[in-house]
C-alpha cells in the first residue's frame, strides 16, 4: 500500500511520539527502580514481577475478566449484523500465537506499567490522588503509542486509553503486573487469534474469519473492537468486574511506596 504524503506526515507524528514515550518511560522508570533499590526492594519487586499464590490468581482473574467481556464483544456485534463470521480456513495454531502474544503483551507491561506508571507514582508523590493522576497519564500515553497503527484515529487512541485505564487501575491496586498482564493478554488474544476481529488495526487471523458490515463507529471497523462503541461499553463493565474483584483488597505495596521510597 502506497502511503500519501499527508498519511506519511501523520506516520511520522505518531512514531516520534511513541519513541517520546518510551524516552519517558525508561527515564522515569529507570529513576523508580533506583529509588526502590536505593530502599532495599528486590529487582522482582521494583518492577512488580513479585510471584506467589496471590499473583497467580490475579492472573486467573485478569484472564477471566476481559476474556468473558470480549466473549460478548463478539456475540453482541455478530448477533446484531455489525460483523460477519465465518470459520476461518486452514487457521493457524493457537499455542505458537498464544506465546508470542504473551511475550509482546509482557514487554508493553512491563515499559507501560513497571516502568512508566510506576515512575509517575513516585513523580507525583505528596499530591491529592496522585496514583489517580499517574494512571491517567499512563493511559493517555498508552493510547498515544498506538498512534501509527493502520486505521488509528480519535476513538481507536480513546478505546486505547481507556484500556490503558483498565491495566492502570490493575497494577496500581495490586502492586504487581499479573493482573494487568491477565487483562491485557486475554483481550488481544480472544479479539485476536480466537475470533479473529483485528487487534489494535493489526491483523490477527483467528479460528473465525469477521468482516465488518456495519458502522464503524460501533463495531470499531477495520481498527478491531477497541475503536468501536461496542467494545468500549464493554471496558465499562470490565472496570466494574475490576473493583468487584479489587474492593475488599488490603493496600499494596505500590500505594505505600511512595511514603517508603527515597528521593
Request: charged share 10%; aromatic share 10%; hydrophobic share 50%.
Amino acid at each position: 500500500m502506497q502511503l500519501t504524503d499527508g498519511r506519511r506526515q501523520d506516520m511520522t507524528w505518531a512514531f516520534g511520539i511513541e519513541i517520546l514515550m518510551l524516552l519517558v518511560a525508561f527515564g522515569l522508570g529507570g529513576w523508580g527502580v533506583r529509588s526502590h533499590r536505593r530502599a532495599g526492594w528486590s529487582w522482582s519487586r521494583c518492577l512488580g514481577l513479585g510471584w506467589d499464590r496471590q499473583a497467580a490468581r490475579d492472573l486467573l482473574m485478569g484472564l477471566l475478566i476481559t476474556g468473558s467481556a470480549m466473549a460478548g464483544v463478539y456475540g453482541i456485534e455478530v448477533w446484531t449484523g455489525m460483523v460477519q463470521s465465518l470459520p476461518a480456513p486452514g487457521g493457524r495454531g493457537l499455542l505458537p500465537r498464544a506465546l508470542w502474544m504473551a511475550l509482546a503483551v509482557l514487554k508493553e507491561e512491563v515499559i507501560m506499567r513497571s516502568l512508566l506508571l510506576g515512575g509517575l507514582v513516585l513523580v507525583l508523590q505528596g499530591q491529592r490522588w496522585h496514583r489517580s493522576q499517574a494512571v491517567l497519564i499512563s493511559a493517555v500515553a498508552f493510547g498515544c503509542i498506538h498512534l501509527s497503527n493502520p486505521s488509528a484515529s480519535a476513538l481507536s487512541v480513546l478505546g486505547n486509553t481507556l484500556g490503558g485505564v483498565i491495566y492502570g487501575v490493575a497494577f496500581v491496586a495490586t502492586g504487581r503486573i499479573w493482573m494487568s498482564l491477565g487483562l491485557h493478554f486475554a483481550w488481544n488474544f480472544v479479539q485476536g487469534p480466537v475470533f479473529g476481529f483485528p487487534v489494535s488495526g493489526l491483523v490477527a487471523g483467528g479460528l473465525f474469519s469477521i468482516q465488518p458490515v456495519g458502522a464503524a463507529w460501533l463495531s470499531g471497523g477495520a481498527y478491531g473492537p477497541e475503536a468501536g462503541a461496542v467494545g468500549m461499553a464493554s471496558r465499562g463493565w470490565i472496570l466494574l468486574m475490576l473493583w468487584l474483584s479489587l474492593a475488599r483488597r488490603p493496600a499494596n505495596c505500590l500505594a505505600q511506596s511512595s511514603a517508603q521510597a527515597p528521593r
